[in-house]
């Protein structure tokens, strides 16, 4: 438990991830209405395919694109402290999310960051941790591996962003199309602490009949 008995929140995501960024906007929702602690803490898409079989073109394509902003959280997390990952999330992760129309082409992270980076009051040159180089070969790739790995680890190999620990209990998802909010909000964090405080709950789900309704 987090101090003073209140529940604690650790978030893994990748800001390139719609599931993961709808259900990081309920868990800023709980916040809201819950007495929790919440933490969030860089994962990589590209580090979970990594050397994984079977993937489309189109994610072996996406993959080292998803890293220019994890590098650049994880420089600004270095440079300003844990306080930083949070607002800095938000600032890019609303620009990658943003509803446009469906024939759209993704937006290149490395042209949305400045002006994240501006919104949250950080200095332009952090743009430079977005660098193209091959993943390994960047100052910040061995940090966000281990950051990664701290949070992917925990719930096994068979699963993807997001992942939550819920006062030390890891587990995927909640996997969300649309975002809960008020007190709403707060009866499905509810729900989730007491599956997440049963030792042996492992899985509950059931087919997705829409994509992420990012219209927050």
């Not at 979970?48 to 079977?54: A, F, I, P, S, T």
Request: hydrophobic share 40%.
């Amino acid at each position: 438990m987090a101090e003073n008995d209140r529940d604690l929140i650790e978030f893994w995501f990748d800001p390139a991830c719609p599931w993961c960024w709808l259900t990081s906007r309920w868990i800023l929702e709980v916040e809201k209405v819950r007495d929790v602690e919440v933490k969030f803490h860089i994962m990589s898409l590209y580090v979970l395919n990594e050397g994984r079989e079977g993937l489309s073109d189109f994610y072996r394509e996406l993959m080292p694109k998803t890293l220019a902003s994890v590098r650049v959280i994880e420089a600004a997390r270095q440079k300003f402290g844990e306080q930083i990952v949070s607002p800095l999330y938000t600032a890019i992760g609303s620009r990658i999310h943003q509803p446009r129309p469906e024939d759209a082409e993704r937006p290149d992270q490395r042209e949305l960051i400045p002006a994240a980076l501006a919104e949250v009051g950080l200095p332009a040159e952090l743009i430079d941790a977005a660098t193209a180089e091959a993943f390994g070969s960047g100052p910040y790739d061995e940090a966000i591996r281990a950051s990664h790995h701290a949070g992917m680890d925990k719930v096994g190999p068979d699963v993807g962003t997001p992942t939550i620990h819920i006062n030390g209990s890891a587990f995927f998802g909640p996997v969300i199309s649309r975002v809960p909010k008020g007190e709403e909000a707060g009866k499905v964090w509810d729900g989730a602490v007491a599956l997440a405080s049963f030792p042996y709950f492992y899985e509950l789900k059931r087919t997705r009949t829409e994509g992420p309704q990012l219209a927050l």
